[in-house]
């Protein structure tokens, strides 16, 4: 059983950080590949970045490139997702989403199909 707990959500203020942690349990964690995502209110969810578990290739959301940073640690178990230059439109619940399959398979996984976790609030004040 794969279980994914998100972490490190909370308030900033526009222009500042975070860093998100999502703690991921079960086996064989560096053969998959992992992804963020974010859902506003009202509307649906948004892929944010992905890194690929055989290569350790990152891809971004244009919205979010040059100011977010996707990381792993093998070791720990955990996924991060390292955020810069927050912004207001930046505000959402962030999931982070996991399977064994290819990066670009998670990209566009729908919430019914490989391990999601809660999610953690972020709230970006201006």
């Known amino acids: 059983q794969v279980q994914l707990v998100e972490s490190g959500g909370g308030l900033v203020q526009a222009g500042g950080s975070l860093r998100l942690s999502c703690a991921v349990s079960?086996?064989?964690?560096?053969?998959?590949?992992m992804g963020w995502f974010r859902q506003a209110p009202w509307k649906d969810a948004e892929f944010v970045a992905t890194i690929s578990g055989t290569t350790g290739l990152t891809s971004y959301a244009d919205s979010v490139k040059g100011r977010f940073t996707i990381s792993r640690d093998n070791a720990k178990n955990t996924l991060y997702l390292q955020m810069n230059s927050l912004k207001t439109e930046d505000t959402a619940v962030y999931l982070c989403?996991?399977?064994?399959?290819?990066?670009?398979?998670?990209?566009?996984?729908?919430?019914?199909?490989?391990?999601w976790g809660q999610g953690t609030q972020v709230t970006v004040s201006s």
């Open positions: 989403a996991a399977g064994y399959t290819t990066a670009q398979y998670i990209r566009t996984m729908g919430r019914g199909n490989g391990y």
């Open positions: 079960g086996r064989s964690f560096n053969t998959m590949s």
